[in-house]
Each structure stands twice: as structure tokens, then as C-alpha cells.
């Protein structure tokens, strides 16, 4: 059975916190609430969430407050923002905080639910390249955790297939040690050597050698991460 999407619903007004809860729980969301910007902030630290729902006028720590913070933290959650505000100016500064999508009070509910889908579509490597997808000349299969070419099928560990996962999901990307150690791991990579990372990598870019790789399908790119490059070349 598919586990539920985590969504955490950061909203002061009683009748559209609940509200949302209950129209996301029907669609099979498993709902956190929080009624105020301080019980966000505690709630973020403690639990991981798959889409943050963030209103912008908050007591005591404001939306646009906390989506900076957390951005500098390195948070990389999907935050769709929902205010009373329409005008431009404030939906241009929401994304400049780094939301990932802004929808304006009164809003449609099932336009929420078709902007929580397509943002989740873009953020989570599951929903873009799915269960089985192609990376380079493999063929990945994530049950199974295997890489198949011509025939030839590799075991890979549940971290090696996440990895590439994530790299088939953001073809030609720069992916920093920070973002993929949040990724696979889930935890920031504060006060950790940066070196587990690329350990992993050369793990990785081993083991595809040996399925039958032609090419480095995963490359490094000094001071910023690594890039899955993708061109024909290495899908042959």
C-alpha cells in the first residue's frame, strides 16, 4: 500500500484549518495543523512533510517569515503559499522566498488539490520519473532495486536507487551534497562530513561501470555538486 503524502497546514483561521484538513484527509493526505507561525516553526523541526500549506498572515512568526528561514536552512519541502492578498507584488515576493506555488483566499478547493498535485509532480522524484524509468542505458526498477542493461540486471542498495532516482528526476540539474543528503538520507547535513556523499557517488558511479556503463552518467561539478547529464549518447 502507497504511504500517505504528509501535508502540513499552517493556517491562524479555525473554520479553513479544519476545513482543509478534512478535504485533504478525503484525498487521502495524512494532515498535520498548525494554528500559528511559532507551532510551524517547532512542528518543521520535528517531523518531516511532503507540501507545506502556508499562510502568509500569521501570529507571532509570518508566513513569508518562516518560508525564508526555512529556506536558509536548507528546507527543501514543496511550500504553496495561501493568502487574502491578491495583489501581484505579493505573490512575486512569495516566490522570491522561495515558495513553490501561491494560490489567493477565496480560493477553489479543488484548484488547491490540482496545485498540491502538480507541485508534488515536480518535486518528488516518484511522481516524475515514477517506480521504473530510464537512467542513461539502465533500466531502474526501485521495487526491485535493480538496474538492468541488455538484459543484465544489478542489484543496487535502497540509497543507490534513490540517488539515481533523483538524478533521473532532474536530468542536467547541478544537485548540491546538501540537497541529495536531505533527499536520501532525510536530515541536513549540518555538522555532517561532506565526504559521506561523495563516498556514496564513487560507490555509485562504480557499480554502474560495472552493469555496463560506457560513459559517467553522473558528473562532478567543483563547488557546487553533481549533475546527471543526460544527451543521447549516455541513453545508448
Not at 489567493?104 to 516524475?128: G, H, M, N, W, Y
Request: some cysteine; charged content about 25%.
Amino acid at each position: 500500500m502507497e504511504q500517505k503524502k504528509q501535508v502540513l497546514v499552517v493556517e491562524d483561521e479555525e473554520k479553513i484549518r479544519n476545513g482543509l484538513r478534512d478535504f485533504l484527509d478525503f484525498h487521502g493526505f495524512s494532515v498535520t495543523l498548525a494554528e500559528d507561525g511559532l507551532t510551524a516553526s517547532q512542528t518543521v523541526g520535528k517531523q518531516k512533510f511532503d507540501l507545506i500549506l502556508l499562510d502568509l498572515m500569521l501570529p507571532h512568526i509570518s508566513g513569508q517569515q518562516l518560508c525564508a528561514t526555512w529556506r536558509k536552512q536548507g528546507l527543501l519541502t514543496p511550500v504553496i503559499m495561501l493568502t487574502a492578498k491578491g495583489q501581484q507584488h505579493e505573490k512575486i515576493e512569495g516566490l522570491d522566498l522561495g515558495a513553490d506555488d501561491y494560490i489567493t483566499k477565496p480560493f477553489s478547493l479543488e484548484e488547491l488539490l490540482a496545485r498540491i498535485r502538480a507541485v508534488l509532480r515536480r518535486t518528488d522524484p516518484s511522481c516524475s520519473v515514477g517506480k521504473q524509468f530510464a537512467f542513461g542505458p539502465f533500466m531502474v526498477d526501485m521495487a526491485a532495486l535493480t538496474v538492468t542493461m541488455n538484459g543484465k540486471k544489478t542489484t543496487v542498495s535502497p540509497r543507490q536507487a534513490q540517488m539515481i532516482q533523483w538524478f533521473a528526476a532532474h536530468p542536467n540539474r547541478v544537485i548540491s551534497r546538501d540537497e541529495l543528503y536531505q533527499t536520501v538520507w532525510h536530515e541536513s547535513m549540518e555538522g555532517i562530513e561532506t565526504r559521506t556523499v561523495d563516498m556514496h557517488i564513487v560507490k555509485l558511479r562504480e557499480l554502474l561501470h560495472e552493469a555496463g556503463a560506457k560513459t559517467e552518467l553522473i558528473h562532478t561539478v567543483r563547488g557546487a555538486g553533481y549533475q546527471f547529464v543526460f544527451t543521447k549518447e549516455t541513453s545508448e
